[in-house]
């Protein structure tokens, strides 16, 4: 490739990285936010939550035609195929994130401002920074390119299950101390399992991250914890 064209092609590269971390503070905000009307059942803050999730799912358009564009200009080879490779994983994980967000924020809005013991939710909450630590530990690994931390991030993920495990059984326990809190901890159950969920992809998103750098797959089998209290409990919501 002649300079120009090189330094047109960094140029591309960098443009994709500051929207994939565009993308990545908007889903750390999401996160926080939902949580945040969980905890406090505030239906307004979980209505723009909701609404605010149309950004991220124009971001990763955005991302995905940049993408395009720069295969068929461009046509990289080797590790700057893998970044732009890479970029649109991160851009499908960061808007899987963002979805699971408003499913909480659903949630919050279905409960129209019930506000059950406070210990409730606790487990929940623990859950959900656990999972912003993720999000920010591997969204950084990104940004500098480190592959022992996007592994580091990889192999938490079992501490994430743990804990989801936990809530499910605590939350079993709370409805049968009391039939009242059932109609809440069911809706907790789901919101658990939709941050179980984001620890799913902050940690494909650390795959990702290592088959930049080092264009391979992980080798080792990705460590999973048990979350399996109750089978019947899917995320399949609407996105």
Request: aromatic share 4%; with cysteine; glycine share 6%.
């Amino acid at each position: 490739m002649t300079d120009h064209t090189i330094k047109a092609f960094d140029a591309d590269l960098q443009d994709l990285s500051r929207m994939v971390a565009e993308m990545g503070g908007l889903a750390e905000k999401q996160v926080t936010d939902s949580a945040d009307a969980l905890a406090k059942r505030d239906t307004a803050l979980a209505q723009r939550v909701i609404a605010a999730d149309g950004y991220i799912d124009d971001l990763q358009r955005q991302i995905e035609e940049k993408a395009v564009l720069t295969i068929a200009r461009r046509q990289p080879m080797a590790v700057d195929l893998r970044e732009v490779v890479g970029a649109l994983r991160l851009a499908g994980d960061l808007e899987r994130i963002g979805d699971l967000a408003k499913n909480i924020a659903k949630r919050v809005v279905a409960l129209n401002g019930e506000f059950p013991p406070p210990k409730l939710i606790r487990g929940v909450e623990h859950m959900t920074d656990l999972v912003l630590e993720q999000m920010k530990a591997v969204l950084d690994a990104y940004a500098r390119r480190d592959v022992n931390s996007a592994l580091a991030v990889w192999r938490g993920d079992e501490e994430i299950d743990a804990v989801c495990t936990s809530v499910f059984r605590e939350l079993l326990t709370y409805m049968m101390e009391d039939p009242r809190n059932i109609t809440f901890c069911i809706h907790l159950m789901f919101c658990a399992k939709n941050i179980e969920r984001m620890g799913d992809h902050a940690t494909n998103i650390a795959e990702s991250v290592h088959y930049i750098i080092e264009g391979k797959p992980i080798a080792d089998q990705r460590p999973k914890g048990d979350t399996t209290t109750i089978p019947a409990l899917r995320v399949g919501e609407g996105r």
